[in-house]
């Protein structure tokens, strides 16, 4: 009997544990669909008619803030402790000054991907999410419910806001941000100066003991400027590490699929990697006439053991941070850097290693007529359209009105340098456990300017000094603190200045979107492309096929075979889009 | 029988021996590796190449210094031992009356509940149905939602059923006979004969346990003081991983995190070293527990 009751018992858990999944609110599980057919009486929805739009009489009405609010923000973890985000002095400042109580929900590192899909499908959003992770497609989320359309409030709750998306200097994030609608649906985060942080940078101190310190470019520059200076310097770099005994070494180490796919160095032979603009029109790198040009090159200095031997096989290496064994390791002269590796940074004078690593500029193949590189860089643009702050249905209208109010705060210029500085001592600076537990009594920056206060010019050590980076508003140019420079340069502003030497007119913004069917289409082909692409590349330069004209006219067909024009047909007409937002 | 030292013996006790040790040198390499990776100079861990037998220039333990410093690891081990001995407690004990149960060849539901727990094996609803059934039970952000879910496995159930039928049931009659109830048998008699069965439930259990972190990372969004050992853990590997530049991009201060290179290694042994070290002390039990439930009478 008693095993018949405990069956019973089993299976009434297991059929409960079942059903319950069944069950639920309406408003919980339900409310994409229900907040879909809601999202047409919206001031933003579709019915315009009925549509509650604030008037708009020129004047920015006052936003009571005198009730509390809570609000639940759905936020990407950053590399900060939990103490920190809760006890952030900007927050707090901000908090305090909207009178707003924020509730975060941060995910664990690297499962925000997942907390959000797991939002999305059960409807269990928080008011405000990040999104700047994602890749969401906001105008989707709007049409199935999930957030709000700003558009209808901008101008009159977030006036800053909305004159800065206004404001002709910053087309570009109106681009970015609006869809060909018209509509926006967040409050992004804007960098005032996005500087450049990675490019092919060189050993100069291998140069200088090759040479006793005479180095004598071809092209009569101080600095590698054409491929004939790099034909030099790649010599000398080989003859150094011949001479020292390295069993292995690489006097250039390029990606393993042969190129770098951003368009860097392949500029300097006049194309770009994939996509990129040629006065207006989008072109397809990989498969134009001078890409031939590069081959040759390439093929030419791995033949000579310019090229890092294996580069093909390292296939797991980012190609801003390649083979570190080699270049941390004092075994390469030549690769894709990252402004940590300028000035003496990388040396070890412990064990007798010092290395001068320099930025570069792109070279030009002036041997086959490329005076001038093209204006390629990695450029991911002031803005991302996912950036930000998107806000959720479950965020009442007033509530929205009252956020948007209080994140406009962030695009003016005293919220803009407090959001990225800190704060001054007049603002309070000292009742902030962060401050004060660090020193900052007096504040990080000086009230009213984008100077840091003197402590932490020249005394406060850790990387950041506590901001709010993720929230929305524009992150300005911050002045480099004593701890940031190497030998009292900065070279974070010496390596922007050379990597961005030519600009960056025909790069195609990487900001770009594009329709979902669209989006779709396009990687299915990008995929199929460059899979072949980067397989014969490689076989090309290391030898495993013939290189001539015919083989290289042959790859070049066989890649409009597979789609190509198609692929840039829709590239084109996405970019003819973003432009004329 | 005694055994002569005859040259082909001793031949073969080298070969033995040296192919064990070597086998045995094999699987101590990665973990010795990643130990003295994680004493070494952080520098010079970055531009190292290959096996790490000796801690690279000035031992430090300046990795373990920024890990143990951290409040959130003290934390995630409590939640971890937490979670570990109630699922391995009350676990164990429902997994053997299921066990029990489905076992009886008089229990008329016997068969439909195994093939009903078989069927949960081969089928799940996903991981949003789950979700969903363990937010409109209340269990969302409390610690049930961990504990709960992990309390009954199918797989177990099987190993458990299989091990009960293994026994003759003769021992069941006679207990019966000296007016013994079912759960009397059950505890006092036939508990103790699976027990190598039992203790390889427990030790996986607690493995999989002291491993989980994915029902943590979906069910405490908002209870971080909850999260186990393992969801800090990821979290410190990936906010030291290199890759992470990318996601920080537009940040032109693109730094590489030297230190954080040898916090990896750090956080790998101060995870993994209790329960390595629990793990021999369960060894005995493996190979019977294991094996005993796949033969029949």
């Known amino acids: 009997m008693k095993k018949r009751i405990i069956a019973l018992l089993l299976c009434l858990v297991l059929m409960a544990s079942f059903l319950a999944g069944c069950g639920g609110d309406n408003s919980e599980g339900g409310t994409p669909t229900n907040n879909s057919s809601s999202t047409q009486n919206t001031p933003a929805g579709n019915g315009g008619e009925e549509n509650k739009t604030p008037e708009n009489n020129g004047d920015t009405p006052a936003v009571d803030t005198s009730e509390p609010i809570t609000v639940s923000i759905f936020q990407q973890a950053d590399d900060v402790t939990m103490d920190e985000v809760e006890n952030n002095p900007v927050t707090l400042y901000w908090e305090k000054m909207f009178n707003i109580d924020i509730q975060w929900q941060f995910p664990p590192q690297g499962s925000e991907q997942e907390q959000l899909t797991m939002m999305l499908g059960t409807g269990d959003y928080t008011e405000v999410m990040n999104l700047s992770f994602s890749q969401e497609n906001l105008p989707s989320l709007y049409q199935d419910g999930v957030i709000w359309e700003l558009s209808p409030y901008l101008e009159q709750y977030a006036p800053n806001y909305y004159a800065y998306l206004n404001d002709p200097a910053n087309a570009d994030v109106r681009s970015i941000l609006y869809d060909d609608d018209g509509h926006i649906y967040n409050m992004a985060t804007v960098q005032e100066h996005p500087m450049a942080w990675g490019g092919f940078v060189y050993r100069r101190d291998i140069l200088d003991t090759m040479t006793g310190g005479n180095i004598a470019f071809p092209s009569g520059n101080s600095e590698p400027t054409t491929i004939e200076d790099m034909d030099y310097m790649l010599g000398l770099m080989k003859q150094y590490f011949d001479n020292a005994g390295m069993a292995v070494s690489a006097p250039l180490i390029i990606p393993s699929v042969g190129y770098v796919s951003t368009g860097e160095f392949l500029n300097g032979f006049g194309i770009g990697a994939l996509e990129y603009l040629d006065n207006g029109t989008v072109k397809f790198g990989l498969c134009e006439d001078k890409f031939y040009n590069y081959l040759v090159k390439m093929k030419e200095w791995f033949d000579k053991g310019y090229l890092y031997a294996d580069f093909a096989s390292r296939t797991q290496d980012m190609f801003f941070l390649p083979n570190t064994e080699l270049t941390y390791g004092g075994a390469a002269g030549c690769w894709y850097g990252l402004t940590a590796n300028l000035g003496g940074a990388m040396s070890i004078p412990d064990y007798g290693l010092f290395m001068d690593v320099q930025p570069m500029a792109a070279p030009a193949d002036t041997a086959n007529g490329v005076d001038t590189p093209l204006g390629i860089l990695l450029d991911s643009g002031r803005t991302q359209a996912n950036s930000g702050f998107a806000f959720s249905k479950a965020c009442s209208e007033e509530k929205l009105i009252r956020l948007l109010s209080a994140f406009d705060w962030f695009f003016t210029e005293e919220g803009a340098i407090t959001r990225t500085m800190g704060l001054s001592a007049e603002q309070g600076a000292a009742d902030y456990k962060l401050y004060s537990e660090q020193g900052m009594t007096d504040g990080a920056r000086k009230n009213g300017t984008r100077e840091w206060t003197d402590f932490v010019q020249h005394e406060y050590t850790d990387d950041n000094v506590p901001n709010v980076d993720r929230m929305p508003g524009i992150s300005i140019q911050m002045p480099p603190r004593d701890t940031q420079l190497v030998d009292g340069v900065s070279y974070e502003e010496i390596g922007d200045e050379v990597w961005t030497k030519y600009g960056n007119a025909n790069t195609y913004p990487l900001t770009i979107t594009l329709s979902p069917e669209d989006n779709t289409r396009a990687t299915t082909l990008q995929t199929q492309i460059t899979d072949y692409a980067n397989s014969m590349i490689v076989k090309f330069i290391m030898g495993r096929e013939e290189l001539t004209p015919e083989s290289f006219k042959a790859y070049q067909d066989q890649i409009h075979a597979l789609g190509v024009d198609e692929y840039i047909a829709l590239k084109q007409a996405a970019y003819d889009a973003f432009i004329t937002r | ?297």
Not at chain 2, 128 to 135: H, K
């Open chain 2, 1 to 297: 029988m005694i055994e002569r030292n005859t040259p082909s013996r001793v031949l073969f006790c080298i070969l033995n021996y040296g192919l064990m040790i070597g086998f045995g040198f094999l699987c101590v390499l990665p973990f010795w590796h990643v130990l003295m990776c994680s004493i070494s100079d952080p520098r010079l861990l970055m531009g190292n190449a290959g096996l790490v037998l000796w801690p690279l220039g000035k031992p430090t333990l300046e990795g373990y210094k920024l890990v143990l410093h951290n409040p959130d690891i003290w934390t995630g081990y409590l939640n971890t031992f937490i979670y570990v001995i109630a699922t391995a407690v009350v676990g164990t004990v429902f997994t053997a009356l299921a066990g029990y149960l489905v076992s009886r060849k008089n229990f008329k539901l016997a068969k439909p509940l195994a093939l009903f727990i078989m069927f949960t094996m081969i089928f799940s609803g996903g991981t949003i149905p789950l979700y969903m059934v363990v937010r409109n039970l209340g269990m969302l952000n409390t610690r049930w939602s961990i504990i709960i879910p992990s309390l009954m496995n199918a797989y177990y159930v099987i190993m458990m059923k299989s091990a009960f039928e293994q026994i003759s049931p003769a021992y069941e009659e006679a207990a019966r006979i000296d007016g013994a109830k079912p759960l009397t048998i059950l505890f006092k008699v036939l508990l103790p004969m699976v027990m190598p069965t039992m203790v390889v439930i427990i030790m996986f259990t607690v493995i999989m346990q002291w491993n989980s972190w994915y029902q943590a990372s979906i069910y405490l969004p908002k209870m971080r003081n909850l999260w186990p050992l393992q969801l800090f853990m990821r979290e410190v590997l990936i906010n030291n991983d290199t890759s992470r530049i990318v996601t920080s991009g537009s940040e032109a201060n693109a730094m590489v995190n030297m230190t954080g290179n040898l916090v990896k290694y750090c956080v790998t042994v101060v995870g993994t070293a209790p329960i390595l070290l629990a793990y021999p002390f369960a060894q005995k039990y493996f190979v019977k527990g294991v094996t005993m439930g796949g033969v029949k009478e």
